[in-house]
């Protein structure tokens, strides 16, 4: 499994830096925000160190598959409303115009009572 070692969510991953862990398993590892725009804000990110999405290829299909298969069941369990009233937000930030700030790829999942601090 590819790591970069100045990448702080690769130092989050191997436990170097501490984090208010969500779930773990072999690919990914989910987090809460450090500055959560919503209520409820955490983060799934591949253990492979990828960049940004502009770096996915077509292998990386079942794991973006795994990601967004996993983000509802972890919303609801992290405390998101059930769809259709409840619900919850996915942002994926992809380079500097785009928003992204770590360039190691990562999935924010929002949710909670409105309004939110951002979004």
Known sequence: MSSDPNCIFCKIIEGK???????????????????????????IVPKRHIPSMAQVTADDAGLLGRIMTLAPKLAIEQGCRPYPD??????VNTGAEGGQEVHHLHVHVMGGPRPWLRG
Do not use: Q
């Open 17 to 43: 830096i501490p984090s208010r862990k969500v779930y773990e398993d072999d690919e990914l590892f989910v987090f809460h925000d450090i500055a959560p725009w919503a209520p409820i804000h955490f983060m």
């Open 86 to 91: 409840g619900g919850f937000r996915i942002v």
